[in-house]
């Protein structure tokens, strides 16, 4: 029942019918403010630390936000969306992966898809906050990972939906239409910027990590055999894309989550519309409309996007 193939959303403008124009104007064009966050240092139980930006609008309800991969608290998407929940009398936690949000973190880790346990730590960092209600948003990897935090953890009820938008399903399906065509250019946005990472902590740990493997890195493939593997405690990359995949996970999904994405999507690859198990189950609600492109999702005359409005709506129906 929850697949949803009738979205509400429409194009701002026909020209964003081409998905990487969708996809590289919210990203990389839009201009967005960013809330007036307190930022927090937290401490993780293993010596390490993330970064935490909050703003308290209201003690009864809160959202989390996950941003994507090498994106952070204060991406573009990020931003329309703490602004649209602030507006909705949401309290507001945006955290940063390790490394991200400007500041290198202290372990030889980084973080991936399959990366729950540092946001179950975020969660029991908001649960402390004795919000009565807890909501998780993410994009793209970050809606991996609250794909995977709910299939692998205990889930507090006080957790009551999440969305996550623009969502890689299937790892390794989208590592393979990530280096096809245009889709390229975004592969290998991606991959300097964490190489370049993966170089400081090189320098950082050289027994762990040689410049010479990190040069070789072209593809996710690489990335997983030189660096996650190794540094992550995967067996080889078939392990990674199978324990990071959110598909592997979606079974004990007890929590009511949306996954909006976009059919027109040049980064999620053909596994990535789980339309069959969305038709069998209580708990994942699909929603594929035709055009958004990746974390895309334009709106005429607005600087916010569908995914916050439909997350908002979505929210509201749950409860």
């Not at 998905?19 to 809330?35: C, D, M, N, Q, W």
């Not at 055999?225 to 995967?234: D, I, N, Q, S, Y």
């Amino acid at each position: 029942m929850p697949y949803l193939p009738d979205s509400a959303y429409k194009l701002s403008h026909s020209i964003f019918k081409q998905a990487h124009l969708s996809t590289i104007y919210s990203g990389a064009v839009k201009r967005t403010e960013i809330p007036d966050y307190r930022r927090s240092k937290l401490n993780l139980p293993d010596g390490d630390f993330i970064l935490m930006d909050e703003v308290f609008k209201d003690s009864k309800r809160a959202v989390i936000l996950c941003h994507g991969l090498e994106g952070n608290s204060q991406s573009s998407y990020n931003n329309t969306c703490a602004d649209y929940f602030l507006q909705h009398d949401f309290s507001v936690f945006a955290w940063n992966n390790r490394s991200c949000g400007g500041e290198m973190n202290n372990l030889p880790q980084l973080y991936h898809h399959g990366s729950v346990e540092d946001l179950d730590f975020v969660v029991k960092y908001v649960m402390q906050k004795d919000f009565e209600e807890i909501y998780l948003m993410g994009f793209s990897l970050g809606g991996a990972q609250i794909l995977n935090y709910l299939g692998q953890k205990p889930v507090h009820q006080k957790v009551k939906a999440a969305v996550a938008v623009s969502t890689p399903i299937d790892l390794k399906s989208s590592a393979e239409k990530i280096e096809k065509g245009f889709s390229r250019v975004y592969l290998n946005r991606f991959l300097k910027r964490i190489k370049n990472k993966i170089y400081h902590k090189a320098e950082e740990f050289p027994d762990l990590l040689k410049r010479e493997h990190i040069n070789e890195i072209r593809n996710f493939d690489d990335l997983a055999e030189r660096f996650l593997v190794p540094v992550h405690g995967f067996k080889n990359p078939a392990d990674f894309y199978k324990k990071a995949s959110p598909v592997t996970h979606l079974d004990y999904i007890r929590t009511p989550v949306l996954v909006l994405n976009a059919m027109d999507d040049p980064i999620i690859g053909d596994l990535g519309f789980p339309i069959q198990f969305a038709k069998q189950s209580p708990y994942l609600f699909l929603e594929t409309p035709r055009y958004g492109g990746h974390c895309g999702f334009l709106l005429s005359q607005s600087n916010y996007t569908f995914s916050e409005v439909r997350a908002l709506e979505f929210f509201k129906d749950i409860l």
